[in-house]
DNA sequence: AGATTAATAGAACAAGTGTTCACTTTTTTG
DNA sequence: CAAAAAAGTGAACACTTGTTCTATTAATCT
């Protein structure tokens, strides 16, 4: 028997990644199998190969896009203010970015090791690229004495390290609000860069 | 054929958990088989069930001590002086104690998920003590009015996300010494929960 | 020296791994 | 409506998995 009802094939391939991601981020890319991803999607092991070449890509594929999400997503900010109005904008929108995709950012830290070296290259000039965003930011705000740091590149990675850990504990049902974390973090983000 | 040469016990049994941390640093948990350790310490697999009673306990048994190395060691550090100095000794504390120890700290925060329930209860009961040990300082240093906080366990969390972030970057042989870092990051703390 | 115990080898077990493939069914195209 | 393409099944492949067990060897004890 072979396919019992209807075309899937638009939904099949969306369904694929986000199940993929999902149990990726629950147990790890190395303790999901394939036949989990497929019993999640609802299809047998071998399907997934009309849209996957392996469970490696699969991986790639998850990370690459959340990548180029963030650093397009970043791009259309407006990126214009001093640079103390720069990191502020950055501040709120790393926090709130990155929350609202808890599963492909966990994924983006935790699976680094699982990728093949010409994949990990990859995916390391992407996050290069999103960190030089911030250092710009600092440098430019050392320049005009609104900062000061002693180490940009340090002090951006810092920074970036701070924020990403509001992923770690928030949760939606707590006590406070996005809107009250992300003002809190502001808060100490703006002091640690004081002049 | 068994035993090749000589009495091994009491090099087997601490060379199975250090081989085993490595490659579960490196690795991870899951993507790494009894076989592979058995032959990073030179044993046959089945040879490594006369030190644990399974894989996860080894996992276990890792995180564990870490944690309580990192409590115990924590501990025996002077406790003394105002809430200015006390949090700078933390952040020290924290960075060289956590940098000596990368491959565990590695583990300790990735392989939370390969825990059974009530491990992971265990470690997060202990992770929570050594958080509580910040949060002890800052609010301290709210009331003296040394800090200028609005919420101490969130401000302890980003703490230690940021400080713990050393680990993914800093390298002994880069342009920064642990010192130099340890300074800049300390004058980053400082000023982040400044008054 | 002989007996006991600790430590290990090596084979075996059942279950699960990623991936391939021939075949069947559904959808789309001409 | 027939032919081609797309989508999926289910079995199979060769390996690897964690763990157990028996047999064997080395160290220790009497």
């Given at each position: ?17 986000q199940?993929a ?17 497929a ?7 071998g399907?997934l190969?009309?849209?996957t ?6 991986l ?18 407006p990126?214009?203010?001093?640079a ?5 904008r ?9 929350h609202a ?17 010409e ?48 992923n ?8 406070l ?19």
């Amino acid at each position: 028997m072979a396919r019992t009802s209807g075309s899937h094939s638009e939904i099949t391939g969306p369904k694929i990644l986000q199940e993929a991601q999902a149990l990726f981020a629950r147990h790890g890319y190395a303790a999901v199998s394939m036949r989990q991803i497929a019993q999640a999607v609802g299809v047998q092991a071998g399907a997934l190969y009309n849209y996957t070449p392996d469970k490696q890509s699969l991986l790639f594929g998850l990370m690459q896009s959340h990548m180029q999400d963030l650093t397009a997503t970043w791009a259309t900010q407006p990126q214009t203010g001093s640079a103390m109005e720069r990191l502020k904008r950055f501040a709120e929108f790393h926090i709130s970015f990155h929350h609202a995709r808890r599963d492909a950012v966990f994924i983006a830290y935790m699976e680094l090791r699982n990728l093949t070296p010409e994949n990990f290259s990859t995916i390391e000039a992407l996050r290069r690229r999103y960190e030089d965003e911030l250092e710009r930011i600092l440098k430019d705000g050392v320049a005009s004495g609104a900062f000061g740091v002693a180490d940009t590149k340090i002090t951006a990675m810092a920074l970036i390290a701070m924020l990403t850990g509001v992923n770690t504990w928030f949760r939606e049902t707590g006590r406070l609000s996005l809107a009250e974390v992300q003002a809190i973090y502001w808060d100490m983000a703006r002091k640690a860069v004081a002049a």
